[in-house]
């Protein structure tokens, strides 16, 4: 007997913790540390990255859908740096030593690194789409 898939509130808290300890993971996996505002902002990314798969991902390609998906991380990133960093005074980090840096909070490099990690990010939304929340998968098509 085939289960039911998951009601969609439970799609989007399922998506947030995954996204939030995935983030959190690859931070303390590279920089030894994280931060509970990473974990927030990682899995509002999660969420915004498997809806957008949800709604355009068999509308679009494959690397449109990382490119949306590194300027959804960018913007999230800015605003959560924005209250972060900005307002709280909380110094979670400070790009504003490297190149193409805007207020210190979001620069290229990070995008461009944003647009590369999105490939496995929306790989697992639809690999979790399928095995856990018994969706059908998404179509891609590469270009």
Not at 39 to 55: E, H, R, T, Y
Not at 101 to 106: K, S
Not at 113 to 126: E, G, T
Request: charged fraction near 15%; charge should be positive.
């Amino acid at each position: 007997m085939r289960r039911r898939s998951m009601n969609p509130f439970t799609r989007l808290i399922f998506r947030f913790l995954t996204g939030g300890f995935a983030y959190g993971g690859i931070e303390i996996a590279t920089r030894g540390f994280s931060h509970i505002s990473m974990f927030l902002a990682g899995g509002l990314c999660f969420v915004f990255i498997g809806l957008l798969n949800d709604f355009l991902g068999e509308k679009i390609s494959f690397i449109g859908l990382m490119f949306l998906s590194a300027l959804i991380i960018t913007a999230v990133e800015f605003i959560t740096g924005i209250i972060v960093n900005v307002w709280l005074k909380l110094d979670v980090w400070d790009y504003s030593y490297l190149p193409y840096n805007l207020n210190g909070q979001i620069c290229l490099l990070f995008t461009n690194l944003w647009f590369l990690l999105s490939a496995p990010a929306l790989l697992l939304d639809d690999w979790m789409r399928v095995k856990i929340m018994r969706r059908k998968p998404v179509h891609y098509r590469l270009f």
